[in-house]
């Protein structure tokens, strides 16, 4: 039934808060800067979906979230006091570090024993380029690069996720969205895909409070996507 | 300089005509039908470029190549005297045969090696779906699928090759296009794209008379897909 599986990427299939806040170290210690990396990666990442709800809302067309980012990391630097610290060349090449986050440890071989069986896919709010780029430095196996881009809207709007599937010839219900967010799954359900949920408990660090577990019927929760290949391919 | 490839598939990574005459010849054999399969396979690709054209011309608004494809498949087998041979879910099982193309001999060793230096991506008037399960089936291993569907036009109008490369977060300078067809390079030279040819002499079968070599000063003419990756790897 299930002829293809659709992915969210930040958080669920790479690490952007430890991928993050190793650039912003890495580019704050080269100019001898003492902000806190982590809590950088946190404010810049916090401006995220508000940046996105103003396209959702028709309050703004359509433009790539690597435009939303550069957007979102000048006014971080300036929320930081870095508002002289960094030229533009600078602030575009700090700009690529969502081109460069880990992925996490059980991604490659999941993703690589899915795709055996499965189409797979992104459905991110990345940009076709963002993704392109993130899979090579990662070397994730992506079947087709899919999600916001095509769809020229934001998740959770019903659109990404309809356009996903229809990329790829497919109904909603031959589709499975994969995330570790609730929020995520029940608009893909909503939209008539099949869902699988898998936590990831440290996203947000430590203390994350939010999708720790399951918080509906999914039609497949995993521990992992090592877990998720177990469940989908079968003994 | 040149950050990524993208390439034609249709005749310059797979073998369409060998691929459609032995699906075709499958079928008809399967219902005792005694139309020639290779005969059938050129008369359905010779359909191919007036049904884009339409497109083109902005006669018909954009629908992905497996709709024109479906259309050019129930036209020939009217053509050859089979309009009552095939069923509708025949047909679209026989409009599928676009998804089973061989890739020739140096294609996925060729694309695996430049992989390595650059993103590879597809460039082709073939849809997402298409190019997807094509890919599936003789594992190439792309980084993205790029080409019309993104563009919503079909080659060789500019827009497709811009925002192939745009997509990708890259100058047109940065983007090489790979093709076995010189009008392909041509198309793509005047977008700004740099041009690679390598000639597919048997695309058409034996009796091929264009395109057999390169007919312009292009950036790159290799042998095949594995004399590319020599050229554009270096020793």
Chains 1, 2 share one sequence.
């Not at 969502?98 to 990345?126: M, Q």
């Not at 010839?169 to 031959?174: K, R, Y």
Request: with cysteine; hydrophobic share 50%; charged share 20%.
């Amino acid at each position: 039934m299930v002829k293809a599986l659709i992915f969210d990427v930040f958080g669920t299939v790479v690490d952007w808060r430890s991928g993050i806040a190793r650039e912003a170290g890495a580019i704050f210690a080269a100019r001898g800067l003492t902000a806190d990396a982590l809590a950088f990666a946190d404010a810049w990442r916090a401006k995220y979906q508000p940046a996105m709800q103003q396209i959702r809302a028709a309050d703004r067309g359509y433009v790539a979230l690597d435009i939303l980012h550069r957007e979102n990391l000048d006014a971080t630097l300036a929320d930081f006091g870095l508002g002289d610290a960094l030229d533009n060349a600078a602030r575009a090449d700090f700009n690529r570090a969502w081109e460069k986050l880990p992925p996490w440890p059980d991604s490659v071989p999941g993703l690589t024993r899915l795709k055996a069986r499965y189409a797979i896919a992104t459905c991110s709010n990345g940009s076709i380029g963002l993704m392109t780029w993130l899979a090579k430095f990662g070397a994730l196996p992506w079947d087709a690069i899919l999600g916001a881009d095509i769809a020229r809207d934001y998740k959770p709007r019903p659109q990404v996720y309809l356009a996903s599937a229809a990329a790829l010839g497919l109904a909603p219900s031959q589709v499975m969205m994969v995330a570790a967010h609730n929020s995520d799954l029940a608009a893909a359900r909503a939209a008539g895909l099949k869902t699988a949920f898998l936590p990831r408990p440290c996203e947000y660090g430590p203390g994350q409070v939010d999708d720790l577990q399951a918080e509906s019927d999914w039609d497949v929760v995993a521990a992992d996507l090592n877990d998720l290949a177990d469940k989908m391919l079968g003994p």
